[in-house]
Nanobody
Framework: QVQLVESGGGLVQPGGSLRLSCVASGIIFSLYSMDWYRQAPGKQRELVATITSDSSTNYADSVKGRFTISRDNAKNTVDLQMNSLKPEDTAVYYC?????????WGQGTQVTVSS
């Protein structure tokens, strides 16, 4: 079955950086687009970044120029490099894939930006 496991969250000061990683199993990883979403307390889950199978990328306006999504098809991983972090980036970050018309999610990793 499809499994997604995130890692790399934590507590960071404003202006700092974090790198999230998601490893996927149960799929031919290179064939699929991958997404990072986030959900802040009391808010809806929102799409942060997408990387397609040919490594085209797309970002939410709120993270453009600060976040970079990348993938390593040899390792079945998708990463999210987050720079210039702001308190409003605080959220649980989730890895996501749509596979055979079903959405699959990881367990999430907490990112807290605070001084």
């Amino acid at each position: 079955q499809v499994q997604l496991v995130e890692s790399g969250g934590g507590l960071v000061q404003p202006g700092g950086s974090l790198r999230l990683s998601c490893v996927a199993s149960g799929i031919i990883f290179s064939l699929y687009s991958m997404d990072w979403y986030r959900q802040a307390p009391g808010k809806q889950r929102e799409l942060v970044a997408t990387i397609t199978s040919d490594s085209s990328t797309n970002y939410a306006d709120s993270v453009k120029g600060r976040f970079t999504i990348s993938r390593d098809n040899a390792k079945n991983t998708v990463d999210l490099q987050m720079n210039s972090l702001k308190p409003e980036d605080t959220a649980v970050y989730y890895c996501h894939i749509e596979f055979r018309r079903l959405g699959y999610w990881g367990q999430g990793t907490q990112v807290t930006v605070s001084s």
